[in-house]
């Protein structure tokens, strides 16, 4: 220790205690003054920052308060525009953006401090935000390190011929135009079957039947007789005698054939000489007999059947075909199918016969295959698996090149001639397979469709988007509505929107609009420049529902089955206000629901007459603007019953009113009585409809006494508790 120390060391040592404590005190102050005179860097810095932030615009929705952006565009929960937030500057000059952090997954809106996504835990990276009113308003760029953990994948728009696979289902069946039946052409008694049990294969003209008829030995009387007169004609009787009598053997001939004889059993009977009272009925055709109908020793009538014969050298197919696989499938197409008897072996058929009529119970077309059965193996009743393959051109036509300019008989596909003419079959003249549904382009000359992945388009309704990224910036990706055309396999016909060669997203693309969702741009959910969504409550056309047609009727809102609503600060003094507002809406809708449409009027006029003595004034800040809102809805809703011509007209605007009436009682709660919200999801035409009533049981106002029970209560609202908030139950 050097001398000096050790002198301060030993004075302090003899100095007393209160001495140094002033000492310490007086050297303190001095330093403090000597570090508030000089310039702090730190602190100025801190200074500037805070003042930066406090001139930051700050959006927020009105419905929604815990939403907080730094830019103004739509609530991404409602859908309302955004407004600036008390004590946000609205002339804050523009700074430059600074960098985001945004989860994989995008669970939360880009944050401005990188760590952990507080949702799912993955660790956030750095992204570029394209800005909410700046550029394509569905562009998404993301850098290298979010594309990896995205895993966004991209594959070309291209031209492909694709071939179409049709998978159906079915059953073997009996060819109908190969059935035969064996009848008693002559009313007698079966005195012997020759083939007494089912499934006995037989030949044209074997011996089936023994049968005896009386009449049988009347009518060969008669031919005996009159061959008899023409053989003593011979011996001088009259010339005109002789034709007659042989014209009445031709008819007693023709009879005969007309019972089923044959011409050798006629002369037989005729050399014969003699009337027998039994005949022998041959079969007239071969095949396998499927039906015995009699038994030895029965009597039968004219046209009495006794067996039914097919042939099953010729059997259909009987399909199932999907509505959707329609268009791939035409008249004289190729199909293959299997069997369960034989696995691996591939048979082959020819379609010809696709059903006018749709199965409205199972959404399929059915479809008949011809097909050929020389060894029968194949049987009746036996389930096939079969495909037809089509070949798909631009447009999603069907392409046969084998087929491009023939002549196709429309009954029977498989007769296809070069030049037109009959069918040698049918007699039936032929048609051009153009006109039979084929596309006539020769092989090699029909232009490619152009086709992305199933897996790139998003669809919601009657809308396709995609996300293309844009080749001068990689990493940024934008929002594109297509006409997209039928699937084909696993891949997506484009009609229009695309090029051939741009990059279309394939995996990823739910992430990156997820993402654009939740900074409240247009995406797949909303489309770019559509009108005021009926959720949000501003579009008028949401109001108007003075048509009795469902398409009067706007899609239900989405926001009814969110819990609870808005934590309003709502007075008391509101609650008598509000009270006659809701039971004129509960006699509208008791009125609607038992038929009453003169009471659903008077009830509505007098909800009109409510609301425009409620008094506003009691309500401040967002409970004023969320009651404006709801109330000029209702106002319109209700107006437009009072004056409705009907009651479906009635029904069609009680929609727009109890969906607004909803939002309303979970806002400011219902102010004496418990009410329950229903559901029928069959009202104006399986679009659904919401309700609220007093009654714990259905009471259905869009159907009234045709359905009045159908319905399902979706929660239940309870009376506005002291505290002003209301307790939802489901």
């Not at 815990?66 to 008390?86: F, N």
């Not at 009598?245 to 008819?251: F, G, Q």
């Not at 409205?360 to 079969?386: C, E, H, Q, S, Y």
């Not at 679009?687 to 049981?697: E, Y």
Request: aromatic share 6%.
């Amino acid at each position: 220790m050097k001398p000096a120390a050790i002198k301060v060391l030993t004075v302090l040592s003899k100095t007393p205690i209160v001495v140094l404590l002033i000492i310490v005190f007086v050297l303190g102050y001095s330093f403090k003054g000597v570090v508030s005179t000089a310039p702090s860097t730190t602190t100025t810095a801190s200074s500037e920052q805070a003042s930066d932030e406090s001139s930051e615009e700050v959006w927020t929705c009105s419905m929604h308060p815990q939403i907080k952006l730094p830019e103004p565009g739509q609530c991404p929960l409602c859908g309302m525009d955004l407004i600036l937030a008390e004590g946000a500057s609205p002339k804050a000059a523009k700074k430059k953006r600074a960098p985001k952090y945004a989860c994989a997954m995008f669970c939360v809106p880009p944050l401005p401090m990188p760590g952990d996504c507080p949702i799912c835990g993955m660790e956030m990276v750095e992204i570029e935000d394209s800005g909410g009113d700046e550029g394509a308003p569905r562009t998404l760029t993301l850098s290298p390190m979010a594309q990896k953990l995205a895993a966004i994948e991209t594959v070309p728009v291209e031209r492909k011929t694709v071939s179409a696979e049709i998978r159906m289902v079915g059953k073997i069946d009996f060819d109908e135009t190969r059935l035969g039946y064996i009848t008693a052409w002559v009313p007698g008694r079966l005195d012997r079957l020759y083939v007494d049990y089912t499934g006995v294969p037989v030949k044209k003209g074997d011996h089936l039947v023994y049968l005896y008829s009386p009449e049988l030995s009347t009518a060969q009387t008669e031919l005996l007789e009159a061959l008899q007169r023409v053989e003593s004609g011979k011996n001088g009787v009259g010339s005109i005698l002789d034709e007659r009598a042989k014209a009445w053997i031709e008819d007693i001939r023709d009879k005969f054939r007309l019972w089923g004889m044959t011409d050798e059993q006629i002369v037989a009977i005729e050399e014969r000489g003699t009337a027998s009272d039994y005949m022998t009925i041959y079969a007239p055709m071969g095949g396998i007999v499927i039906e015995k109908s009699l038994l030895e020793g029965a009597y039968v009538e004219t046209g009495s059947r006794i067996y039914t014969i097919a042939d099953l050298s010729h059997l259909w197919v009987k399909l199932d075909a999907y509505e959707s696989d329609l268009a791939w499938l035409r008249y004289g197409q190729q199909v293959e199918f299997e069997v369960e008897a034989y696995p691996g072996e591939i048979f082959t058929g020819m379609v010809v016969f696709i059903a006018p009529v749709l199965d409205a119970k199972t959404r399929t077309i059915k479809v008949r295959v011809n097909v050929g059965n020389p060894d029968g193996r194949l049987k009746p009743g036996m389930f096939v698996r079969a495909v037809a393959r089509s070949k798909i051109a631009s447009g999603g036509r069907v392409v046969d090149a084998e087929l491009a300019g023939k002549w196709m008989c429309p009954m029977h596909p498989e007769v296809i001639e070069e030049e037109p003419g009959d069918c040698d079959r049918c007699g039936m003249p032929l048609e051009t397979t153009e006109s039979l549904g084929f596309v006539s382009i020769e092989a090699g000359s029909a232009e490619a469709p152009l086709v992305i992945p199933a897996s790139g388009p998003l669809i919601t309704g009657k809308r396709a988007v995609v996300y293309v990224e844009d080749p001068d910036e990689p990493g940024t990706y934008q929002g594109r509505e297509i006409q997209l055309g039928p699937r084909v396999g696993n891949r997506y016909i484009v009609f229009g929107g695309l090029t051939e060669g741009e990059q279309v997203v394939v995996h990823g693309n739910f992430k990156i609009d997820s993402a654009v969702q939740i900074m409240a741009k247009p995406s797949m959910m909303s489309p770019e420049n559509e009108e005021a969504s009926p959720s949000d409550g501003h579009g008028e056309e949401h109001h108007q529902a003075g048509d009795a047609s469902s398409d009067a009727v706007p899609p239900p809102r989405q926001d009814l089955d969110k819990p609870g609503g808005l934590k309003l600060n709502i007075p008391p003094a509101f609650a008598s206000e509000f009270g006659p507002v809701l039971t004129a809406y509960l006699k509208t809708q008791d009125a609607l629901s038992h038929d009453q449409h003169k009471e659903a009027q008077e009830s509505a006029n007098g909800m009109v007459t409510a609301l425009a003595a409620v008094d506003m004034s009691l309500l401040t800040g967002q409970a004023h603007m969320a009651w404006m809102k709801e109330a000029d809805g209702m106002a319109k809703a209700a107006g437009n019953i009072a004056g409705s011509a009907d009651i479906e007209a009635a029904r069609a605007a009680f929609a727009p009113l109890s969906e607004a009436m909803i939002v309303a009682v979970k806002c400011y709660g219902t102010p004496t009585e418990t009410v329950h919200r229903f559901h029928c999801p069959m009202a104006f035409d399986d679009r659904g409809g919401d309700w609220l009533q007093l009654k714990d049981k259905t009471e259905n106002p869009y159907f009234g006494s045709a359905m009045f029970r159908c319905g399902v209560k979706k929660e239940t609202i309870e009376q506005r508790s002291a505290e002003g908030e209301t307790n939802d139950r489901d």
